[in-house]
């Protein structure tokens, strides 16, 4: 017989079987701080261009229907289901550290840092199309 570890929480645990779960951390973060938190990790400046996701569904329906609802808006997510199947988990590595953890691993390894300009000009025109004319 297969012994799991304590802090495998779901897995073996026959109670959870048919049950979808989020996980997430109890931090409570905007959309702006995430921004400003990945910038500062990077040590660079946070340059926000506000564009409605209905702009953007417009101009690129493959970004733009991906923003339409829930990603609209900041929001809180409940972790309550995770906690009652699995009392003790808690998210233990805080935003900052994980998305600094994420660059890192992208640093270690010049193959992982493709840049793909054809977002970035997409991007760039979107921005473009926006301050300059905000109908199309």
């Not at 340059?47 to 990603?71: A, H, M, R, T, W």
């Not at 660059?103 to 300009?117: C, H, S, V």
């Amino acid at each position: 017989m297969i012994e799991l570890k304590r802090e495998c929480g779901l897995i073996g645990n026959i109670h959870s079987i048919g049950h979808p779960f989020h996980i997430t951390s109890d931090e409570i973060l905007t959309w702006n701080q995430i921004y400003e938190i990945m910038a500062d990790t990077l040590g660079v400046k946070l340059n926000l261009v506000y564009i409605p996701s209905e702009f953007l569904n417009k101009c690129n329906n493959q970004v733009g229907s991906s923003l339409l609802g829930d990603k609209s808006y900041s929001m809180i997510f409940d972790n309550s289901k995770i906690k009652q199947f699995v009392p003790e988990f808690k998210a233990t590595i805080p935003f900052s550290e994980g998305i600094k953890r994420v660059f890192e691993w992208f640093e270690a390894d010049p193959k992982r840092k493709i840049i793909d300009e054809s977002i970035n000009d997409g991007m760039d025109r979107i921005i473009s199309l926006y301050k300059n004319n905000r109908n199309l």
